[in-house]
């Protein structure tokens, strides 16, 4: 069995990644760890630039370096799929915004949009 992961070993690994000007933190989570990337983008809400942190990324002790690369890069991905969404509209609304209420988009869910297939008798 390798080594176990530090929070200085992981902060190495991860000063090696280069993506933009982003940064990574990484800080402890009970035995484990947990890995935010950090950037500075415009703020949805107020048109300034501001600092951005993406949601926690769970890394364990036992993690391989192969592994917390990987996961970095799915951190940058879904920093950039959230970035997305607060960018997108239709009509001038973000309709597929990552802040919504789960409970609250709970509602929409029984307004469905299909295609009725050629020939079908409905």
Known sequence: MGRTQTID?????LSKIQFRDW???VGPSG??????????????KTSVPAKQSGRKWYISRFATKSEIVQTALKAVLTALEH????DFKYR?????A????VDSMVEG???IDVRIPPGAIF
């Open 98 to 101: 990552p802040h919504f209420d």
């Open 83 to 86: 970035e997305a969404r607060e």
């Open 92 to 96: 001038g609304e973000t309709i597929f």
């Open 31 to 44: 035995e484990s760890y947990l890995m935010q990337v950090c950037f500075t983008a415009i703020d949805s």
């Open 109 to 111: 869910c029984f307004d």
């Open 23 to 25: 940064e990574f933190s």
């Open 9 to 13: 070993s992981i902060a190495l690994i």
